[in-house]
């Protein structure tokens, strides 16, 4: 019984010390470990022009009006998968086929404020639409 209470006493220094250390190292890193990574979004004001596989997982605003083309790859992300759901803040103006080099273009415009996502098996990208 002594043996188990003075390996308990030793785990607890050693957990002790450890966590003594650990706090230490902890404090040098919090400011630069901790600082939280602003959420990748294209302002309202400079809606892009063009939007390509790269953009995946950004949130892209645009104002009603503003025009867009998105610019993906037949192979990887066919065409007739392409949507973006819920529908009705977006409308399609023109579409291209695939070229030689397998690329495909959608031209959308903002028709009313609101946000769909915009999904193509491994693309996505949130689309908000504002006034």
């Known amino acids: 019984m002594l043996f188990v209470n003075r390996s308990y006493a030793i785990i607890v220094i050693v957990v002790a010390l450890l966590l003594i250390g650990g706090g230490i190292t902890m404090s040098h890193l919090q400011g630069s470990v901790m600082t939280p990574v602003p959420s990748p979004t294209v302002d309202a004001t400079t809606c892009p022009s063009e939007i390509t596989a790269a953009d995946t997982g950004r949130t892209i605003t645009c104002h009603v009006g503003n025009r867009f083309t998105i610019h993906l790859n037949q192979g990887s992300q066919p065409i007739e998968h392409l949507s973006c759901e819920p529908k009705g803040n977006l409308g399609i103006i023109a ?7 397998d690329e495909y273009t959608v031209q959308f415009e903002g028709v009313r404020p609101g946000t769909c996502t915009m999904h193509n098996d491994s693309f996505d990208a949130t689309i908000a639409i504002v006034s």
Not at 95 to 101: E, F, G, K, L, Y
């Open 95 to 101: 579409s291209q086929s695939p070229t030689d080099s």
